[in-house]
C-alpha cells in the first residue's frame, strides 16, 4: 500500500553532515520524495508538532536542541512507508538501536537521534499538514 510520511533529519543529523547518508537509505530502499526543505524550526511549529510532549521532563531541551540549526524535513512516499522507515530509523534509544538502523550505526544520545518518522497514518496526516500545508 503506497502512503506518505513525514521525515526530518534533526539538527544534529544535518549539522554532522549525515542528510546525503539518509536520503540514500531511503532512497535506495525503494521509496521517494514527495517534499524536502531545509529550514530551522520555530518554537510555535516544534509546539505543534510535539504537542504530545508537552509537559514531559525532556520537552524544553527537546524542543532547544530542535531549534538550535537547520532541520531537513520531507515528505517520504511508498509502499508502507510509515512502518518501514520507522524500522529504518530504529527505536527511539540510538544506543539500544540495531546496527544497521540509522540510529543504531550513527547515534548515542535519546534526544539527539538523528531522525524523526511519523508512527501512524493519522500522525502522518497531522504532521504533513504542520510542514508542509500547501502540498498536494
Ligand atoms: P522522536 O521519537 O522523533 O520524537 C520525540 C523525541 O523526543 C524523540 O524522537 C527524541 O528526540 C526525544 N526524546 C524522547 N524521549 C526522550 C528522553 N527520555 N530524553 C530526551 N529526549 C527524548
Not at 504530545?52 to 512507508?81: D, N
Not at 546496527?99 to 500522525?123: A, K, M, Q, W
Request: a negative charge; aromatic letters at 6%; proline letters at 5%.
Amino acid at each position: 500500500m503506497t502512503e506518505r510520511t513525514l521525515v526530518l533529519a534533526k539538527p544534529d543529523a544535518v549539522r554532522r553532515g549525515l542528510l546525503g547518508e539518509i536520503l540514500t537509505r531511503i532512497t535506495r530502499k525503494g521509496w521517494t520524495l514527495a517534499a524536502l526543505e531545509l529550514r530551522t524550526l520555530d518554537r510555535a511549529t516544534l509546539a505543534e508538532h510535539y504537542a504530545e510532549h508537552q509537559g514531559k521532563p525532556f520537552y524544553e531541551s527537546l524542543v532547544e536542541f530542535m531549534a538550535a540549526g537547520p532541520t531537513a524535513a520531507m515528505v517520504v512516499e511508498g509502499e508502507r512507508v510509515i512502518e518501514g522507515f520507522r524500522a529504518l530509523a530504529g527505536t527511539t534509544d540510538p544506543i539500544a538501536a540495531a546496527p544497521g538502523t540509522i540510529r543504531g550505526d550513527f547515534g548515542t544520545v535519546t534526544r539527539e537521534n538523528l531522525v524523526h518518522g511519523s508512527d501512524s497514518p493519522e500522525s502522518a496526516a497531522r504532521e504533513i499538514k504542520i510542514f508542509f500545508p500547501g502540498l498536494i
